[in-house]
């Protein structure tokens, strides 16, 4: 019972953690949207630049912290008896 309540919680924990990456996702394609509305309305490439890069950072932590926290899962399981690393 007690390995059901553990894979139960670690598949809790999954399903959070992609909704979380999914909101980011949305967050990082509604700011590319933005940087190419402005691109196309003929902004200044001082102002679209850092959008642009704030776009891609948004990316990248957003990758980062989901297999950060994929793996900080799979340890803490691993910790607990729940499965074996290989």
């Known amino acids: 019972m007690q390995s059901l309540r553990l894979f139960g919680e670690f ?6 953690a992609s909704v979380l990456f999914i ?15 402005m691109t196309t309305m003929g902004a200044p490439q001082h102002i679209t630049y850092p959008a642009g890069f704030l ?17 900080g899962l799979h340890v803490a399981a691993a910790y607990c008896g729940f499965c074996r690393l290989a």
């Open 55 to 71: 776009e891609y950072l948004v990316f990248a932590l957003d990758f980062i912290c989901f297999v950060v926290f994929c793996l």
């Open 23 to 37: 909101l980011m996702l949305l967050v990082g394609a509604t700011i590319h949207l933005f940087v190419s509305w």
């Open 11 to 16: 598949v809790l924990h999954i399903c959070i």
